[in-house]
């Protein structure tokens, strides 16, 4: 539906830097109603419009945590891996500053919405680079996925001893939200997401070299035409609604 190619185009700005403000990409960013509605919480409740500034308190600094854990993984990641360029660069900080993009982070001010700087790697410096790719490549989602885990389990500890209050429901909950989908979309194996490098290494070099060529070519016209005829929600949808139901199970075991 709308709100669902709505929610995804802050996600791919994030890996798209955009220069032009035109762009149909430049849009609110909203919540798929069907994965607020899994999650049992009401629309109304939610006030999920982005348009909705009274809710910017909550969501902007969900945001920033979601993209600087995720930035912040893949450098630390690349570091271990014996790549220093991330270090080099500042990007081996929790600062959001070090991870924002100038024009994305206006805009986070502006309309609710930004995208990140890429970390730089070079995979030369890694010790062994297939295990430095793959391993580069997942540490952005997992951070998110991680994330998502640990305000679900917050929320839940929270409310047990009757602590959670209407503003700390709400941030946790974007929390989670963002988490969520930021770190399946970044799986996509669509170039230049996390998921197209996974694919590279897994294939036998030919292959791999065809498929970055080909797909890697077309790889922003595909994510824009998922989004626009609603596609990328029937992909992600069912991934975001299983974990949530894990971690909901997990945590449920707990308390």
Not at 95 to 107: E, Q, R
């Amino acid at each position: 539906n709308h709100s669902s190619r709505i929610s995804l185009c802050f996600i791919i700005a994030h890996k798209l830097i955009f220069t032009s403000f035109e762009s149909p990409f430049f849009c609110p960013l909203n919540i798929s109603f069907s994965l607020i509605f899994w999650y049992n919480y009401s629309i109304k409740d939610l006030e999920v419009f982005m348009l909705d500034f009274s809710t910017m308190i909550y969501r902007i600094p969900a945001l920033l945590f979601a993209i600087t854990i995720h930035e912040y993984a893949h450098a630390l990641c690349a570091d271990s891996m014996g790549d220093s360029t991330p270090r080099r660069m500042g990007r081996l900080t929790f600062n959001p500053m070090a991870h924002l993009d100038v024009i994305g982070a206006l805009l986070l001010v502006v309309v609710g919405f930004g995208w990140a700087k890429p970390v730089a790697i070079n995979q030369n410096n890694f010790r062994n680079r297939k295990e430095g790719v793959i391993k580069v490549s997942l540490a952005g989602p997992a951070s998110n996925l991680f994330a998502c885990f640990l305000a679900a389990f917050m929320a839940a500890l929270l409310n047990k001893f009757g602590m959670m209050g209407d503003g700390m429901y709400k941030f946790l909950l974007w929390m989670q939200l963002y988490n969520v989908w930021f770190a399946f979309f970044n799986l996509l194996p669509i170039p230049p997401l996390d998921g197209s490098k996974l694919v590279s290494e897994m294939l036998p070099p030919y292959q791999a070299w065809k498929f970055e060529n080909f797909v890697g070519q077309y790889g922003m016209y595909i994510l824009f035409g998922l989004v626009l005829t609603g596609a990328m929600g029937w992909i992600l949808n069912p991934l975001a609604r299983m974990y949530l139901l894990l971690v909901n199970s997990i945590i449920g075991i707990v308390f």
